[in-house]
């Protein structure tokens, strides 16, 4: 059974995120020839204050740059 687990920073749409589950689902199956039913996507959101690059967070860095 495929587990797919996808970190983000929060911001995209519900069907952005849809999108990317499906897609994701999708070349799960036709990589490794899993069935649908059987592969797991899971979306975690994070606030940009939370997730960090390089001792900069991703707040900082699209702050630096505005």
Same mark, same amino acid.
């Given at each position: 059974?495929?587990? $797919?687990? /996808?970190? %983000?920073?929060?911001? !995209?749409? *519900?069907?952005? =995120? !849809?999108? =990317? $589950?499906?897609? =994701?689902? %999708?070349?799960?199956? #036709?990589?490794?020839? @899993?069935? =649908?039913?059987? $592969?797991?996507?899971? /979306? #975690?959101? /994070? *606030?940009? &204050?939370?997730? @960090? @690059?390089?001792? /900069?967070?991703?707040?900082? #860095? #699209?702050?630096? &740059?505005?």
């Amino acid at each position: 059974m495929p587990i $797919i687990d /996808v970190t %983000l920073t929060q911001g !995209r749409s *519900p069907e952005q =995120l !849809r999108t =990317l $589950i499906h897609e =994701l689902t %999708l070349a799960a199956q #036709r990589a490794v020839d @899993a069935p =649908l039913t059987s $592969i797991r996507v899971m /979306v #975690r959101e /994070v *606030p940009s &204050t939370h997730f @960090a @690059a390089g001792d /900069v967070t991703i707040a900082e #860095r #699209r702050s630096s &740059t505005s």
